[in-house]
Nanobody, 121 residues
């Protein structure tokens, strides 16, 4: 059984930074961050494969967001720089024991409780 506990989030102005953390337990093959804005579908933001730490990012966040996995602390992070108002959303940590694509949120079996990120202009 995998458990995910998120922390971080908050309200910032455009151009500022935030870091989200997600403490994990249990075996995972891929860890990811998703976000969902009001009235929009949940979208994959970034993913990291725990075997080799290879990463994948949505085009909208490339160059601004960085996902990392600290295996010693069993924690995955999402460093968000140069935040924009359109980054405002509820952010969720997710995990799967299998190789699943970011484009399929339903394929991720385990989810964190969510962290609200608000970016004002």
């Amino acid at each position: 059984q995998v458990q995910l506990v998120e922390s971080g989030g908050g309200s910032v102005q455009a151009g500022e930074s935030l870091r989200l953390s997600c403490a994990t337990s249990g075996y995972t093959y891929v860890l990811a961050w998703f976000r969902q804005a009001p009235g929009k579908e949940r979208e994959g933001v970034a993913g990291i494969w725990t075997s080799d730490s290879s990463t994948l990012y949505a085009d909208s966040v490339k160059g601004r967001f960085t996902i990392t996995h600290d295996k010693a602390k069993n924690t995955v992070y999402l460093q968000m720089n140069s935040l924009k108002p359109e980054d405002t959303a509820m952010y969720y940590c997710a995990a799967s024991e299998y190789r699943v694509p970011l484009s399929r949120p339903a394929a991720f079996r385990y989810w964190g409780q969510g962290s609200q990120v608000n970016v004002s202009s």
